[in-house]
């Protein structure tokens, strides 16, 4: 960073900028690529670089601040806990149920996990992972600080569904954990992140994908085929999830213990 006197950044500033651009979308109108993104001093003062001065925005709502025609948000948003959202471990040794999950630990969500961490744990858990593209908005699954889960989604192009799920990952070693990440896909908390993400009404999910077989047994008993259709060497298939019919993460939770512990 340039500049001299009070035009001059101070030291921690494109540290700061660059984990709150990685972290959060612009807080006026939700643009969430990163080249678009920059950091804004609320009060002006390129040396005040502390979380409580920053505010992350994309450049035209950074130009349009300076210029006077748009005004910060208010509230604002609450950018602290950011510092302790990476704090989680990411296990990647096979193990049984026993040793990865546990029971008297909450689950958490982990809202707007950024999407290198997201993508590198997909990598890391998915047999010949091909890159498919980013998601609009990754939620992180943890247990006794450990990220155990991942959840993706994108905007749908077209269906009569409200949101496209494109990950639902957990590494395949862990006994059971898709199962859990899929109970925690259909609770209440899911359901609001995503309304709030995409300002709409969100209550159902789609995600399509191939197998060699008739049906996918993870995702049996969580949703609903509602597409099929016959390809070289297997089938594409379409489930659609109900979302918010679970109260909360600790019924989720409950509910997947009562059937594998």
Request: aromatic fraction near 10%; proline fraction near 4%.
């Amino acid at each position: 960073m340039n500049g001299s006197g009070k035009d001059r950044y101070s030291s921690n500033w494109e540290k700061l900028s660059k984990k709150l651009r990685l972290l959060f979308p612009c807080c006026l109108c939700g643009e969430n690529d990163f080249k678009q993104k920059e950091c804004h001093h609320i009060d002006f003062d390129k040396r005040n670089s502390t979380v409580e001065n920053a505010l992350v925005v994309c450049v035209a709502c950074h130009r349009a601040i300076h210029d006077g025609v748009q005004s910060v948000p208010n509230p604002l948003p609450e950018y602290s806990k950011a510092f302790n959202i990476q704090s989680f471990k990411v296990a990647s040794q096979p193990s049984t149920v026993k040793n990865w999950f546990d029971k008297d630990k909450p689950l958490k969500l982990i809202n707007n996990l950024p999407s290198k961490i997201a993508n590198d744990f997909r990598k890391q858990n998915i047999k010949a992972f091909v890159n498919i593209g980013s998601c609009n908005l990754y939620i992180g699954l943890e247990n006794n600080g450990l990220l155990i889960g991942v959840l993706g989604f994108q905007n749908p192009e077209h269906g009569n569904y409200d949101i496209f799920l494109k990950a639902d990952t957990t590494p395949a070693e862990w006994d059971y954990s898709t199962d859990l990440i899929l109970y925690a896909l259909r609770t209440k908390q899911v359901k609001d992140i995503l309304e709030h993400k995409f300002n709409r009404t969100v209550n159902t999910a789609y995600s399509m994908c191939f197998s060699k077989h008739h049906q996918i047994n993870r995702y049996r008993k969580h949703g609903k085929m509602t597409n099929k259709v016959e390809t070289d060497g297997g089938y594409n298939l379409g489930y659609t999830f109900n979302l918010g019919e679970i109260p909360s993460l600790k019924a989720a939770k409950s509910m997947w213990m009562q059937k594998h512990l």
